[in-house]
Structure formats: structure tokens, C-alpha cells
């Protein structure tokens, strides 16, 4: 009888460390190889600046017309190669994945080595006597500085201390890079996130026409068809091809902006999914200003005005007259 408890409990002790194995989510291979300086939530993060002799970039929530929704936008004065700075405008950008990495990589801070206060009586040899730049986190309970230095020998990681009197760190080339680069390795790339197949129908207006437009998927693996609401036997391969053209339109860049009274809106489509939910809005706009064509969008991505790369935009605006 007793050699059946034991059974019994051996099986049971098996079972529960079983358990605990399938729960336990093992650290990742960054985690075990990355020495943990700080950790908090990214909720706590409310602005990040970097400053050196040729950037001033800032990081930071920030909502557009006084609009509810609140997103992280980056603002960026670029000094390199130019002399003075009485000409200099400052660029503002929404942040893309990049930057939402850089965010929750600051939040939780993990170095390569902390190597304590070795630099104290040897700045020079970090190049932490002259910092090549200045990063600073605040967060809701306080703010954390870090001054660069140079790069290790044959790497791209960087030295920095919190202070000179304080701890000195070799941070990883992929959290400090980002910031050194500033909007062009942070901006966002992408006009929507959502992909062509979540879509259902889209409402899109031209000058005073306006049209609903229902997508349904190819069962065969072929590319979907648009047919007007409510007619599905009357599928429009015309519209079905600007619809591919209009997914294929890309952002050029951030910065290059036209008065808003020069601005003359093409289009504007709303994007719907599954039980009718609102997945994005794209509003299409050339400058009437320029001699040459330029073409911006704006999205749910995009928050701000952002310049469209030329070709794709062209041939969008060119088969708008075919739609209606």
C-alpha cells in the first residue's frame, strides 16, 4: 500500500513540475545576454530628448488639433552641414515601429556591461570628457540622463555614464543608434498597418462623387473583386485595379509641407472590415502651388501630413477620372 502512495505522489510531483514547465516563459536569448539598469512600464515614459552638435531631436506624446487620440511624434532640428541656425525648421514625424521599440527599449533599459565606475578617472578613454551626445528619459517619477561616448573598438555600441561620478555602461548599437540617426531610422514607413484582405467595402469621395464599393475575396487564391453595394453580379475590374494602385502608394518623407490654402484634396477613402468596423481613412492632396507635381496623404498612420512618393501617386491621381 505504501509503495502505491509513493507512486502516487512521485506521479503527482511529476504532473506539477510539468505544469510549471509548459507556464514558465523562458527569458529571451537578449534578456540572458543583457544586464537589466531599469524597468518600468511604457506608460511611464512621457518624453525622450537627444541633443549632440548636429541633432535636437525630441520624442514625445502629442495630439494634433487638440484631437482625443494622443500618439508619439517626434520633433527634429537637423544642424549637420549647415552653418548657423537661424534658417532651421523643425521637423515633426510620427513615430513608426522603430520608434515604438526605441520607447519600450528605454523603458526597460538593459546594457551589454555595466562596468561601474571604471570611467571615473578615465573619460578620455571612453570619450566621455567631451559626450558625443546627451539622452534624456523622463518619466513619471523622474528623469534618467545618459551622456554618449565613443564606440568600443569593433563595434557599434556605445560607452555612456549617468554621470561622472555615477556608472558606466557599453549600451547596444540597436537602442542608441535610432536616436543618434534620428527621424529618418524612427519615422513612420507605413500608410496603414492593416492588410488589403481585412477590408470589406470603402467609401471613397472625389470632388462632390461619391461611391461605396464592396471587396470580396477570390476563392480560388485570384485577386479580389469590387463590385458596387448591393450589386454583387457587377464586379468593376477598373476599380479593382486602382484600388491595388492606391494600396501601393508609399511614404517619401516627413518635413516637406505646402500652405494649407495651396492644398487641394484628390481623395479621400474610409476603409471598413468585418461587421462594418472602421479599420483607416486615406485623404490624397497635390499642391496646386508647385510647378511640378508633389502629393501628400494623410492616414490613420501618417497623423500628419506626409509627402507621397511621386510615381505611384501620379499614376492614382491619373485613373481617378475612370472611377466614377
Known amino acids: 500500500m505504501s509503495g502505491a502512495k509513493i507512486h502516487g505522489a512521485l506521479l503527482a510531483t511529476a504532473f506539477l513540475l510539468a505544469i510549471l514547465t509548459w507556464n514558465w516563459e523562458a527569458p529571451s536569448e537578449i534578456e540572458l545576454e543583457r544586464v537589466l539598469v531599469w524597468q518600468k512600464d511604457t506608460s511611464a515614459v512621457i518624453s525622450v ?89 523622463e518619466f513619471s517619477d523622474g528623469v534618467e540622463r545618459l551622456e554618449i561616448g565613443k564606440t ?16 558606466l555602461y557599453v549600451i547596444p548599437a540597436d537602442v542608441i543608434r535610432p536616436l543618434i540617426l534620428g527621424s529618418e531610422a524612427l519615422r513612420e514607413r507605413q500608410v496603414h498597418y492593416f492588410l488589403p484582405e481585412d ?22 487564391g485570384g485577386p479580389a473583386i469590387w463590385y458596387p453595394s448591393g450589386s454583387p453580379a457587377d464586379s ?12 501601393q502608394i508609399s511614404i517619401e518623407g516627413f518635413g516637406k509641407t505646402a500652405p494649407r490654402d495651396s492644398l487641394v484634396e ?28 508633389s502629393y501628400f496623404v494623410l492616414s490613420e498612420r501618417t497623423k500628419v501630413l506626409a509627402e507621397a512618393m511621386a510615381l505611384q501617386a501620379e499614376i492614382v491621381a491619373f485613373d481617378l477620372t475612370n472611377i466614377f
Open 266 to 293: 484628390l481623395m479621400r477613402i474610409q476603409y471598413f472590415g468585418l461587421e462594418d468596423k472602421e479599420l483607416g481613412f486615406l485623404r490624397f492632396y497635390t499642391d496646386s502651388d508647385q510647378t511640378s507635381e
Open 49 to 137: 530628448s537627444y541633443q549632440s552638435s548636429g541633432l535636437d531631436l525630441a520624442l514625445k506624446r502629442y495630439s494634433e488639433d487638440e484631437a482625443e487620440v494622443v500618439f508619439w511624434a517626434g520633433f527634429e532640428i537637423n544642424r549637420q552641414g549647415r552653418l548657423g541656425t537661424s534658417a532651421l525648421d523643425t521637423l515633426v514625424f510620427p513615430l513608426g515601429q522603430p520608434g515604438a521599440k526605441l520607447i519600450e527599449d528605454l523603458a526597460e533599459f538593459r546594457v551589454l556591461r555595466d562596468l561601474g565606475d571604471l570611467a571615473r578617472d578615465r573619460a578620455v578613454d571612453f570619450g566621455l570628457n567631451a559626450p558625443a551626445g546627451t539622452v534624456s528619459i
Open 199 to 220: 477590408i470589406t467595402r470603402v467609401r471613397i469621395e472625389v470632388d462632390d462623387h461619391e461611391r461605396t464599393m464592396v471587396r470580396e475575396s477570390s476563392d480560388i
Open 236 to 247: 468593376d475590374i477598373t476599380f479593382t485595379n486602382f484600388m491595388e494602385r492606391v494600396a
Open 152 to 167: 568600443p573598438v569593433g563595434s557599434n555600441d556605445r560607452y555612456a555614464w549617468d554621470s561622472p561620478e555615477g556608472t
